[in-house]
């Protein structure tokens, strides 16, 4: 039982991006073309809807940034939140992504 | 009424393959009848100006087109998501090569089993070791990679080794399937169906590879609706989600669709995708919930099964508008209560499915191909 819990664990932490992380869209993930799909997230068979942060994290993605670097770049556009509830959040919807095999880091 | 939101485009009935659970009709579109290049390129422009995001191109086996890569290029033009569902027999490296530059979003490879002998037999051809070979090519590219296994009673005491050959295989996802009893799979449903103690074994090793493999490889896994209480959602209910398009041009609600008898289903040469899905009698038949019987009419379960599969309810009562056996709530329930006690009574024992394994093997009625 102990085992089963720690190994839960472990992959919580690692599903979730550090600094240096540099999360990129995996293969086959990709949002929409045209104009009516751009807050879309399109997946094998699949899509999620994403809000106007959403888009804007997952744009950033490009295995180039690091998870530091986006986290900066939202806390400069979104000057009147939180920098905190950004980061935190930032971190949220990328580690429910990286379960779902969306993105990797 | 809202539009689409995927495209199933069955480009050809032709296929190298045998399954004795394929879901394609047994009357099928032969070759002189399938859709031109530039009448499917017309279809996907249509789709995605309906708002139509994803497309897949399947069949039979949709690589036996010589004019994939250019549908392929087509599709993403057009602005659609593009998933090829294949056996992966006729792919190349060059042809791969081609079709990551058209832009192909995701490749869905089938395998029959995670051992040559048993596969092949499903198969009805021998197939399964160049199908690894092409799972090697595929990953090679930056694409969607999933790997599609149907899972029945032959090959269930495989499931482990089953998800390790997808792992291994560098699938990004693995989708176990149970048969779904349409088609060919209909006619070798005796053969196919699980024991329910089979079920309970696989329950349990798809979650415990869940939990080992989360974050490595998905693994969806889709239940006999045999065995459930409740009917399946079919395609997301009739006429709502999905349109498929035959490989001559008929727009149907979902691939089985053909067999309900007093149906007329339209034809994209003559009529334009958005009326056929507003306006077509097909597409309006089975819509919202007028035509429900009782139970389904006052079940509190309606807005989320739909009132289960039409198809079905036509295959095993002789009533489309019957409610779909499957449901343990269905006036025609036996139907699907009697195969199920006959195979779990012939196939239960250790004994007898030893008797079974030693006795002349089942005899598989094999997927013909079209002339």
Known sequence: MAAARRISFLSARMSRPVETSKPRLAAGCRVGDLPGQTTLL???????????????????????????????????????????????????????????????? | MNGPLSLIAEITHRCPLHCVYCSNPFVMSGKVDELSTQTWIDVFQQAAAMGVLQVDLTGGEPVARADLVELVSAARESGLYVNLITS?????????????????????????????????????????????????????????????????RHNLERLPQMIAMAAEAGAHK??????????????????????????????????????????????????????????????????????????????????AAKIIPEMRFENVREQKLGQIWQESDSFRRFRGEAWMPEPCRSCDRRTRDFGGCRCQAFLLTGDSHATDPACSLAPAHKEVEEIVQLVNASHSSARERAQAASAPRASWEYRQNPR
């Open chain 1, 42 to 105: 399109l997946i094998p068979e699949g899509a999620f809807e994403l809000n106007g942060p959403g888009v804007r994290i997952v744009s950033a993605c490009d295995g180039e940034r690091t998870f530091r670097e986006i986290v900066r770049m939202l806390q400069q556009e979104y000057r009147s939140a939180d920098p905190d509830r950004i980061e935190q959040e930032t971190a949220d919807l990328l580690e429910r992504l990286h379960l779902r095999r969306v993105v990797d880091f």
């Open chain 2, 88 to 152: 992966g027999i006729g792919l190349s490296p060059e042809k791969l090569e081609q079709l990551a530059w058209a832009r192909l979003d995701h490749v869905q490879l089938s395998f029959q089993d995670s051992d040559a002998a048993p596969g092949d037999e499903i198969a009805g051809a021998t197939v399964h070791a160049r199908k690894l070979e092409i799972a090697q090519e595929i990953r090679r590219y930056r694409m969607g990679f999933t790997v599609n296994i149907v899972v029945h």
């Open chain 2, 174 to 255: 693995v989708e176990i399937a149970h048969v779904q009893y349409y088609g060919w799979a209909f006619r070798n449903r005796e053969n196919l169906l699980p024991t329910r103690g089979q079920l309970d074994s696989s329950r349990e090793v798809i979650q415990a590879a869940q939990a080992r493999l989360e974050g490595r490889m998905r693994i969806d896994y889709v239940v006999p609706d045999y065995y459930a209480k409740f009917p399946k959602a079919c395609m997301g209910g009739w006429g709502r989600k999905t349109m498929l398009i035959t490989p001559s041009g008929e727009a149907l609600p979902c691939h």
